[in-house]
């Protein structure tokens, strides 16, 4: 008996498995410098606020009152009022704004775009980390089998 290493079935389970980790859990354990699509530059902040708050409940009442601006001086005969609502809703708003808010929506989609991207690459860690798991288990079944075979073995039964 003193020939026999002191912990078998320790030694047993190494043979039969050896954790590899996933490289991006490796990679992920270190501090990430990433910049932020969001606030890299000035324009894509402020693009990105507009964006942000014309699309909100107060923006569409501003716009709701310019657009009832318009048809009250029409049905009023209020030509300055209406080249002036006209100026605003037409140029204004569909040429400045549209662009802007489509700059800010990119940015967005961009931004979205890689955290799916880690979600993905965490879903895979996971993934292999669970596979690594059942091969561990598989290996310390193994190694159970063997020691109650073994047990069995000293006593006479027979395994069920």
């Known amino acids: 008996m003193s020939d026999q290493p002191a912990h078998p079935a320790r030694m047993r389970v190494e043979q039969f498995f050896t954790r590899t980790p996933h490289p991006e859990a490796v990679q992920r354990t270190r501090p990430r410098h990433v910049k932020d699509p ?20 107060w923006c ?26 006209a100026a605003v809703s037409g140029y204004f708003l569909q040429l400045v704004l549209l662009p802007i ?10 931004a979205a775009d890689h955290r799916s991207e880690q979600t993905y690459k965490d ?3 996971i993934l292999h980390e669970c596979q690594q798991l059942q ?18 073995g000293m006593t006479g039964a027979q395994p069920a």
């Not at 001086?73 to 030509?79: I, Q």
């Open 38 to 57: 969001l606030k890299q530059s000035f324009n894509g902040r402020l693009a990105l606020w507009i964006t942000n708050n014309v699309g909100t409940m």
């Open 60 to 85: 569409a009442y501003i716009f709701a009152v310019i657009g009832i601006t318009g048809i009250v001086a029409s049905l009023t005969n209020n030509t300055t009022l209406v080249l002036i609502v």
């Open 101 to 110: 808010i489509i700059v800010g929506q990119n940015l967005q989609a961009e």
């Open 123 to 125: 879903a895979e860690v």
């Open 135 to 152: 091969e561990h288990l598989q290996a310390q079944d193994t190694v159970l089998d063997d020691i109650i075979k073994h047990l069995h």
